[in-house]
């Protein structure tokens, strides 16, 4: 019950990370770099936030017209509905003449830029204009999707427990996008096939693979790691489908006989590549340890996906549980399972001093032909 209510509490918290101005400009930056124009005339909806004070709203408000917006909608989520339920409201709500004490409670909000309101001949941040949704934000409501709908683009930080929902809500209705999420997610049964069929790939991401987040809560981030009023997350990426440059770059690797000779990696160095029991492919425990002349199937970790560039290789499955049966790879042999109590159908294995060893989730691909 005690770790029940542990994980409940961690996962309540892990909805309340706000994220900081320099990684949202960071990750923009990618996409306006590739395409100056990947914005202009463009419905820019951030779902999920807190306009009054988020960085989503205030970058996108403040680059509204650099980047040639048509129209910004940001709407958060009501404090009644969210799992942590401290919030005060902010000096600009209750100032403002649109304040209702109640609904501020129950309802969300909706901030809209899409015209000159104060007339100063530009639009930014200070043409911002407010009213509480009819519902609490959420954005599985009717309201929320109309608005997804109206949208051309969908760029958040979603609730990191809802993050499957949120990622179908997404593709359900063919949108744009550019969203944080847990680098675990590639290999969710809703993610995986999007991602195999380049229909999404990660955006250029956070320096280290791993970010601070504003967050009232308590870090437990290591002394050298920790920064006050911030949270550390590590694994955390960047979803989307909008085209970047860096995932034209083709990674530089060696040859496997190079590789052989001046691995940095004890693993390969001297030794070579473990070939699977149960599927036609080589196991990689390095992204910079592919070899770059062989051509069959390779089994690599998740994290290759930070530097996967299209052109250079394909990916032709995952190489766990369920999906991996789906590729093809063969069940285990049962006799195995003394040796590995830990051993699933749809797992790669190699052999290894006898033992069967089944490598941390890989992602199966091959040289682009
Ligand atoms: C991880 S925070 C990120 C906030 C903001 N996008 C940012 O990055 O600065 C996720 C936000 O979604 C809100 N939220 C939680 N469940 C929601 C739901 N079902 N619909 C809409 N928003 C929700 C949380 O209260 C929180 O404010």
């Known amino acids: 019950m005690a770790n029940n209510n542990l994980a409940n509490a961690k996962t309540a918290k892990n909805d309340e990370f ?3 101005y320099q990684d949202i400009q960071n990750e923009i930056n990618a996409y306006l770099e590739y395409d100056p124009d990947v914005f202009r005339g463009k419905t820019v909806l951030l779902p999920c936030d807190d306009p009054e004070w988020s960085n989503f709203t205030k970058f996108f408000a403040q680059n509204f017209e650099n980047i040639g917006l048509k129209k910004l909608i940001s709407t958060s989520y009501a404090v009644e509905s969210k799992k942590i339920k401290d919030w005060q409201p902010t000096l600009f709500e209750t100032d403002s003449p649109y304040y209702d004490a109640d609904k501020s409670r129950t309802n969300g909000k909706i901030f809209i830029l899409d015209e000159d309101i104060n007339n100063d001949g530009r639009f930014n941040i200070n043409d911002l204009h407010w009213s509480y949704l009819e519902g609490d934000g959420d954005f599985r409501s009717d309201e929320v999707k109309a608005l997804r709908d109206e949208a051309d683009i969908i760029i958040t930080n979603p609730p990191f427990s809802l993050f499957r929902e949120f990622f179908s809500w997404i593709m359900e209705a063919e949108k744009k996008f550019v969203i944080i999420g847990h680098q675990n997610a590639i290999t969710y049964k809703e993610v995986f096939p999007y991602i195999k069929s380049n229909n999404v790939w990660l955006g250029l991401g956070f320096s280290g693979g791993a970010a601070h987040f504003i967050s009232n809560y308590q870090d437990v981030a290591t002394a050298g790691n920790h920064i006050e009023g911030m949270i550390r ?7 989307t489908n909008i085209d970047h440059g860096r995932r034209h770059e083709p990674l530089p690797l060696m040859s496997m006989e190079d590789n052989i000779i001046y691995s940095k990696h004890k693993e390969i160095r001297g030794k070579g590549y ?10 990689i425990p390095y992204t910079d340890a592919i070899p770059i002349d062989y051509d069959g199937e390779m089994g690599v970790p998740k994290t290759f996906l930070d530097k996967y560039c299209p052109e250079q290789f394909e990916i032709i499955g995952l190489g766990h549980g369920n999906l991996g049966v789906k590729l093809g790879i063969k069940p285990y042999d049962r006799a195995l399972k003394k040796l590995n109590p830990g051993m699933r159908d749809g797992d ?12 941390y989730t890989r992602i199966v691909i091959r040289k682009k032909q």
């Open 18 to 20: 706000y994220t900081q």
């Open 233 to 239: 997350v590590s694994g955390v990426v960047w979803y």
């Open 274 to 283: 473990k070939r699977y029991e149960n599927y036609e492919a080589i196991d």
């Open 348 to 359: 790669l294995f190699y052999m290894e001093d006898g033992l069967p060893i089944v490598p």
